[in-house]
């Protein structure tokens, strides 16, 4: 049961256009939404994160959207520069009676053309 | 300067062979997980502990271990049962406040079954 899904394994834009990542997910009990920058043979690093009583947040040229009806968020970098070439993965938690665990989507490969 | 460390960053393994994969914090978080990432495919949670002497099956446990018996350790022991262990193993140790969760990742261990 994939409860966070990334249903586009690759995404390919221009240099200075905007890229959109997005991200569904199914548990109506996941409260805290991350998304995670990944480059080859190294580990994830954190990016960006929104809680759910909120419905967007903004870092510079990251901004995550989240509909909560829809289940659904959204990753937007605007401009997109070539650095950005990476594999981008949405995370929800939901806090257990075991303690908060992360679910991770299966991750987008983002390539950004100069 | 605080951190994850895991290592090696690379493991060859013999059929038939237990290998241990190291992960060690210096970031004073409780809760410490293993993923594991194959190509094409999101990271599945193998093993988590929210505390010291306490942890969890993740999503995949079957043909793995761990132990907890620092806070600032938690190694993984890929055993034979495990039928493909072939991957990219991440250890990630965890800041969880109420409403707001948020994993932060080592290097990585490649393991290769040889």
């Known amino acids: 049961d994939q409860q966070v899904k990334q249903n586009s394994p690759s995404l390919s834009v221009q240099e200075g256009r905007i890229s959109i990542l997005n991200c569904d997910y199914t548990?109506?009990?996941?409260?805290?939404f991350l998304w995670y920058k990944k480059y080859p043979a190294e580990g994830p690093t954190f990016l960006i994160s929104?809680?759910?009583?909120?419905d967007k947040n903004e870092d510079g040229r990251f901004t995550v959207f989240l509909n909560k009806s829809a289940k659904h968020l959204s990753l937007h970098i605007v401009p997109s520069q070539p650095g950005d070439s990476a594999v981008y993965f949405c995370?929800?938690?939901?806090?257990?009676?075991?303690?908060?665990?992360?679910?991770f989507g299966e991750g987008t490969q983002l390539t950004v053309n100069p | 300067d605080g951190g994850i460390t895991q290592s090696p960053k690379y493991l060859f393994r013999k059929e038939g062979q237990n290998v241990t994969l190291s992960c060690e914090q210096n970031?004073?978080?409780?809760?410490m997980y293993w993923y594991r990432q194959d190509p094409g495919q999101g990271l599945r949670l193998i093993y988590y502990s929210q505390i010291v002497n306490d942890f969890q099956k993740g999503d995949i446990a079957e043909g793995y271990s761990v132990s907890r018996e620092k806070k600032e350790s938690f190694p993984l022991t890929v055993t034979s049962a495990q039928k493909n262990p072939t991957a990219f193993y991440l250890c990630a140790s965890i800041r969880g406040d109420a409403g707001r969760t948020e994993a932060f990742f080592g290097q990585g261990t490649r393991l290769t079954v040889v």
């Open positions: 548990n109506s009990m996941f409260d805290y």
């Open positions: 929104i809680s759910s009583i909120k």
């Open positions: 970031l004073n978080h409780d809760a």
């Open positions: 995370a929800a938690s939901a806090w257990e009676t075991s303690g908060s665990r992360l679910t």
